[in-house]
T-cell receptor, first 108, second 114 residues
C-alpha cells in the first residue's frame, strides 16, 4: 500500500472551473508539501503546511491532520495551470515521501 | 543565487558504463538529496546528506554511490549502469524557513541506459 495516495490520477477541466486534488497519507508527518511539475520537468514548491489552510493567489491548500488528508484547490482555472501536482509528506526523519502525482489539463 | 543546478540535462549510457551526475547549490544548505522519477511512480529517495562528510541511504540506493566533500556539491555516481536505471534524476536541497523545511529542486537529468 502506498503511504501517500493522490486522487484523481488525471484531471481534465475547462478554463474557469474550480479544481480539487486530494492527498491521503498513512504515516505520521511533520508537514506536507504541494509541488508543481510543468511539462518541461522542473519541480517547484507551492505550499508547505502542517495545519489549517494556506492561500496563494488562486491556489488554496488545506490539511486535516486527524484525518490524514490534504486538498489542493485551484479557483478560476487557466490553461497555464496545466501541470502535474504532487503531494509529498515529511516523515519522521525529515525525508519526503511522494505521491504519484495528479496530471491536470485545463482546456481553453 | 543560481539555486540548485544539475548537469548534464540529458545523458545516454550503454549498459556497464559509469558516470557521475553533478549537483550543486549556492544557498549554503546543509541537507541535499537525490531522487529518481519513473513513470507511474512517485519520486523516490536514492541518497541524502545532512552535511559535508555525512551521507545516508534512501529508499532505492542500490547501484548508486554518493559523497559530500563540500556543502555545495553532492554528486551521484553510477558505477555500472543498467537499463533499470533509466529515469529522470532530481537533486534537491532544503532550508529551514518560516518554521518549515522549504525544498529546492534542480532541473533534473534525463538518463537513458541502453
Amino acid at each position: 500500500k502506498n503511504e501517500v495516495e493522490q486522487s484523481p490520477q488525471n484531471l481534465t477541466a475547462q478554463e474557469g472551473e474550480f479544481i480539487t486534488i486530494n492527498c491521503s497519507y498513512s504515516v505520521g508527518i511533520s508537514a506536507l508539501h504541494w509541488l508543481q511539475q510543468h511539462p518541461g520537468g522542473g519541480i517547484v514548491s507551492l505550499f508547505m503546511l502542517s495545519s489549517g489552510k494556506k492561500k496563494h493567489g488562486r491556489l488554496i491548500a488545506t490539511i486535516n491532520i486527524q484525518e490524514k488528508h490534504s486538498s489542493l484547490h485551484i479557483t478560476a482555472s487557466h490553461p497555464r495551470d496545466s501541470a502535474v501536482y504532487i503531494c509529498a509528506v515529511v516523515e519522521s526523519q525529515g525525508n519526503l515521501i511522494f505521491g504519484k502525482g495528479t496530471k491536470l489539463s485545463v482546456k481553453p | 543565487n543560481a539555486g540548485v543546478t544539475q548537469t548534464p540535462k540529458f545523458q545516454v549510457l550503454k549498459t556497464g558504463q559509469s558516470m557521475t551526475l553533478q549537483c550543486a547549490q549556492d544557498m549554503n544548505h546543509e541537507y541535499m538529496s537525490w531522487y529518481r522519477q519513473d513513470p507511474g511512480m512517485g519520486l523516490r529517495l536514492i541518497h541524502y546528506s545532512v552535511g559535508a562528510g555525512i551521507t545516508d541511504q534512501g529508499e532505492v540506493p542500490n547501484g548508486y554511490n554518493v559523497s559530500r566533500s563540500t556543502t555545495e556539491d553532492f554528486p551521484l555516481r553510477l558505477l555500472s549502469a543498467a537499463p533499470s536505471q533509466t529515469s529522470v534524476y532530481f537533486c534537491a536541497s532544503r532550508a529551514w524557513e518560516g518554521g518549515f523545511y522549504e525544498q529546492y529542486f534542480g532541473p533534473g537529468t534525463r538518463l537513458t541506459v541502453t
